[in-house]
């Protein structure tokens, strides 16, 4: 999964985290173009909504789900939704 086409076709999806001790749940809400990006031929984010209470640091995560295995760089946006938003960037 390296596309904004194979992301967008993931909206909805839940991804496990792989954690030193366990895992933890993720799930792809939105994909949206990098407008600087997009004029160059590609760049786009992807962000994730991740469980209220629990906590990602910023840094490089394996996510597994929808078929795919991808390493991702997450940083923590906030709050989002019902839980801590994360952003990978694309570009």
């Known amino acids: 999964m390296q596309s904004k086409t194979e992301f967008e076709a993931a909206i909805g999806q839940t ?8 895992s933890f749940a ?8 990098l407008a600087r990006a997009e004029r ?3 760049g786009f984010s992807a962000v994730f909504e991740g469980p209220e209470g629990a ?9 597994t789900g929808a078929g795919h295995e ?14 801590m938003g994360y952003e990978a960037v694309y570009t």
């Not at 906590?55 to 996510?63: K, S, T, W």
């Not at 923590?76 to 939704?81: K, M, N, Q, T």
Request: glycine share 20%.
């Open 15 to 22: 991804f496990q985290v792989a954690l030193e001790d366990g």
């Open 26 to 33: 993720v799930k792809l809400t939105e994909v949206a173009g």
């Open 40 to 42: 160059a031929g590609g």
């Open 55 to 63: 906590h990602l640091e910023q840094g490089l995560y394996r996510l």
């Open 70 to 83: 991808i390493d991702v760089f997450l940083v923590p946006i906030g709050p989002f939704g019902q839980g």
